[in-house]
């Protein structure tokens, strides 16, 4: 069937995946951990299941949208699902570099806050279908400037969910009149964010906010059904990953400036929860070097 073929372009450079496009009748794909050295895209259009990603766990329902950054762990279960999967390489288009354009670093990647997936509503799937159609035209007959083509039409795609995502999960809660809870969230994210590089456990930041450490644990697990520990871990780890590729910095710059005194240490952290090294990773995923465009 013509809507099952597979799109794929390779990068000529190095022979690696730049792009991929293709249809999925049933789990068999992500049926198993995946951790890629690409940014996915996976459109869920009938089914639903439960998403194992980092340290939770989420249900699912039909017209689901996930949104998964390099080597992110993941994995779907269920029986029943039909969609398409995006798949794209930090080569082919880097959201960091292309952030001022499609804002969707912090939306559908890289949010540790919100659950990696929204639903896709009538008009979004209208627009994304069309999207994805004009993708596999382009790619069965190229012709001048291929790539700079399929980049707008990923542009296109990554701005239009960006856009729903963020309306249906707003980053920032409002303040209720009813709760503290709220309240405390918006200051620990705001902490986290200026503090992440120096202040490493649940205990630093519950002195920060004045309150009990198991008080703070209960409100972040009912909010964002991840303890503190993750939450530490998952922000210096997307801001290692983000120095790992856009910047020429030693593992051990890296390392220091992110609060590890030992490489090694950090080095084994890294490893621990990317499941290779930084090295490994810079290898991989690529080496944007931005400061040098």
Same mark, same amino acid.
């Given at each position: 069937?013509?809507?099952?073929?597979?799109?794929? =372009?390779?990068?000529?450079?190095?022979?690696?995946?730049?792009?991929?496009?293709?249809? $999925?009748?049933?789990?068999?794909?992500?049926? @198993?951990?995946?951790?890629?050295?690409?940014?996915?895209?996976?459109?869920?259009?009938?089914?639903?299941?439960?998403?194992?990603?980092?340290?939770?766990?989420?249900?699912?329902?039909?017209?689901? =949208?996930?949104?998964?950054?390099?080597?992110?762990?993941?994995?779907?279960?269920? *029986? !029943?699902?039909?969609?398409?999967?995006?798949?794209?390489?930090?080569?082919?288009?880097?959201?960091?570099?292309?952030?001022?354009?499609?804002?969707?670093?912090?939306?559908? $990647?890289?949010?540790?806050?919100?659950?990696? $997936?929204?639903?896709?509503?009538?008009?979004?799937?209208?627009?994304?279908?069309?999207?994805?159609?004009?993708? /596999?035209?382009?790619?069965? *007959?190229?012709?001048?400037?291929?790539?700079?083509?399929? &980049?707008?039409?990923?542009?296109?795609?990554?701005?239009?969910?960006?856009?729903?995502?963020?309306?249906?999960?707003?980053?920032?809660?409002?303040?209720?009149?009813?709760?503290?809870?709220?309240?405390? !969230?918006? *200051?620990?994210?705001?902490? &986290?964010?200026?503090?992440? /590089?120096?202040?490493?456990?649940?205990?630093?930041?519950?002195? !920060?906010?004045?309150?009990?450490?198991?008080? =703070?644990?209960?409100? &972040?697990?009912? @909010?964002?059904?991840?303890?503190?520990?993750?939450?530490?871990?998952?922000?210096?780890?997307?801001?290692?990953?983000?120095?790992?590729?856009?910047?020429?910095?030693?593992?051990?710059?890296?390392?220091?400036?992110?609060?590890?005194?030992?490489?090694?240490?950090?080095?084994?952290? $890294?490893?621990?929860?990317?499941?290779?090294?930084?090295?490994?990773?810079?290898?991989?995923?690529?080496?944007?070097?931005?400061?040098?465009?």
């Amino acid at each position: 069937m013509a809507d099952q073929a597979v799109f794929t =372009l390779v990068n000529e450079q190095n022979g690696n995946l730049a792009f991929k496009l293709f249809s $999925f009748l049933d789990n068999s794909y992500f049926d @198993h951990l995946q951790r890629n050295n690409y940014y996915s895209l996976i459109w869920v259009k009938e089914g639903s299941g439960k998403l194992k990603t980092n340290f939770s766990e989420y249900s699912f329902e039909k017209n689901s =949208l996930f949104s998964f950054a390099p080597y992110q762990p993941f994995m779907l279960s269920s *029986k !029943l699902v039909k969609g398409v999967a995006i798949y794209f390489h930090a080569d082919f288009f880097c959201i960091h570099k292309h952030q001022t354009e499609v804002t969707c670093n912090g939306v559908l $990647f890289n949010n540790i806050y919100q659950k990696p $997936f929204f639903q896709v509503d009538d008009v979004l799937e209208g627009s994304l279908d069309t999207v994805i159609q004009q993708i /596999k035209a382009e790619i069965q *007959k190229p012709g001048l400037a291929q790539y700079e083509l399929l &980049i707008s039409f990923m542009k296109i795609f990554l701005i239009s969910a960006s856009r729903v995502k963020a309306h249906q999960q707003p980053e920032s809660i409002p303040p209720s009149a009813t709760t503290k809870e709220p309240f405390i !969230l918006q *200051k620990l994210k705001d902490a &986290i964010e200026k503090d992440f /590089k120096s202040k490493h456990t649940p205990q630093d930041y519950a002195i !920060l906010l004045n309150i009990s450490s198991n008080a =703070l644990a209960k409100i &972040i697990k009912t @909010h964002f059904n991840k303890t503190l520990t993750n939450l530490i871990t998952e922000r210096i780890i997307v801001e290692a990953k983000r120095e790992l590729y856009l910047t020429n910095k030693s593992v051990k710059e890296v390392a220091y400036e992110l609060g590890y005194d030992d490489e090694y240490y950090f080095s084994r952290f $890294f490893k621990k929860n990317v499941n290779i090294s930084p090295q490994t990773y810079r290898e991989t995923v690529g080496f944007g070097k931005a400061e040098m465009n």
